[in-house]
């Protein structure tokens, strides 16, 4: 079965990486590259601080969040 996100995350990048049911309503675990380091977890401009690590996702590159997920039929 296909599932998807919300037009506009998918437009951001996100890919679903796994879909569970919760109280009745699918959900799904997505991940999408950090945009402000590029998904290196670094940024090298600012290596003199903190060895450059990306204060927005925390030396993460790849950060889990988590949204509904639609069958093709609901969306």
């Known amino acids: 079965m296909e599932y998807r996100i ?3 995350y998918e437009d951001q990048g996100y890919k679903i990486m796994k ?3 919760q109280n009745g309503k699918l959900y799904a675990d997505c991940k999408c590259a950090c945009n402000r ?3 290196t977890g670094y940024i090298a401009a600012f290596g003199h601080i903190d060895q450059g690590i990306c204060f927005k ?3 993460n590159p790849y950060p889990y969040k988590t949204f509904r997920a639609y069958t093709e039929a609901d969306r």
């Open 6 to 8: 919300a037009r506009s």
């Open 57 to 59: 996702c925390g030396n």
């Open 19 to 21: 879909v569970y049911e």
């Open 37 to 39: 380091c590029g998904g």
